[in-house]
């Protein structure tokens, strides 16, 4: 179309087909659910964001995309898609609810990077629960991993005084 601009605008074979491309801000909550496996990064985390913004307006399905979330979470093969669920969940208020039990019950999870999320999750207000500060520092003598590890020493730094009258306790 434009011959001597200098720019290219698409290089395809001729004769193949056009990309079909999803148009993520029509498509269901569930649907963006299951971008959370897509292969490829920009669909996931487009779908986690236009998730987050249908959470905070109000117009998400709450119930049937945590529960999808948390299934994902349960099932998932690798630690990449996990961790997906595991923010696709947070972005959406799934691991606030109760309190942040949810959270507390993850923190004894088999993969050491969700653990080490949900520390960051419970510490992200600055004010995490006395429960999870007493988890936390049975966790720091506990934990095998230097992952977990790092993530309570930099997330509860503020709490040096609280794991001091513990140990005194």
Same mark, same amino acid.
């Given at each position: 179309? #434009?011959?001597?601009?200098? %720019?290219?605008? *698409? $290089?395809?074979?001729?004769?193949?087909?056009?990309?079909?491309?999803?148009?993520?801000?029509? $498509?269901?909550? &569930?649907?963006?659910?299951?971008?959370?496996? !897509?292969?490829?990064?920009?669909?996931? %985390?487009?779908? *986690?964001?236009?998730? !987050? !913004?249908?959470? =905070?307006?109000?117009?998400?399905?709450?119930?049937?995309?945590?529960?999808?979330?948390?299934? @994902? &979470?349960?099932?998932?093969? =690798?630690?990449?898609? *996990? /961790?997906?669920?595991?923010?696709? &969940?947070?972005?959406?208020?799934? +691991?606030?609810?109760?309190?942040? =039990?949810? &959270?507390?019950? /993850?923190?004894?999870?088999?993969?050491?990077?969700?653990?080490?999320?949900?520390?960051? #999750?419970?510490?992200?207000?600055?004010?995490?629960?006395?429960?999870?500060?007493? =988890? #936390?520092?049975?966790?720091?003598?506990?934990?095998?991993?230097?992952?977990? *590890? @790092?993530?309570?020493?930099?997330?509860?730094?503020?709490?040096?005084?609280? #794991?001091?009258? +513990?140990? %005194?306790?």
């Amino acid at each position: 179309k #434009f011959p001597n601009s200098g %720019r290219v605008y *698409r $290089i395809m074979p001729k004769g193949s087909k056009p990309i079909k491309r999803l148009n993520l801000g029509s $498509i269901s909550d &569930l649907e963006l659910v299951g971008l959370q496996n !897509h292969p490829n990064d920009w669909y996931v %985390r487009h779908a *986690r964001v236009l998730l !987050h !913004h249908r959470a =905070t307006a109000g117009k998400l399905d709450a119930s049937k995309v945590h529960g999808e979330l948390e299934q @994902m &979470l349960k099932s998932a093969k =690798t630690q990449g898609k *996990r /961790l997906r669920a595991l923010w696709a &969940l947070q972005v959406t208020g799934g +691991l606030s609810a109760n309190g942040g =039990t949810r &959270l507390l019950e /993850l923190l004894a999870h088999s993969d050491e990077y969700v653990r080490a999320w949900s520390v960051q #999750f419970l510490c992200d207000d600055k004010k995490p629960s006395a429960k999870a500060l007493a =988890t #936390f520092a049975k966790m720091a003598e506990s934990d095998k991993s230097s992952v977990v *590890r @790092m993530y309570l020493a930099r997330r509860t730094a503020g709490q040096a005084r609280f #794991f001091a009258d +513990l140990a %005194r306790s």
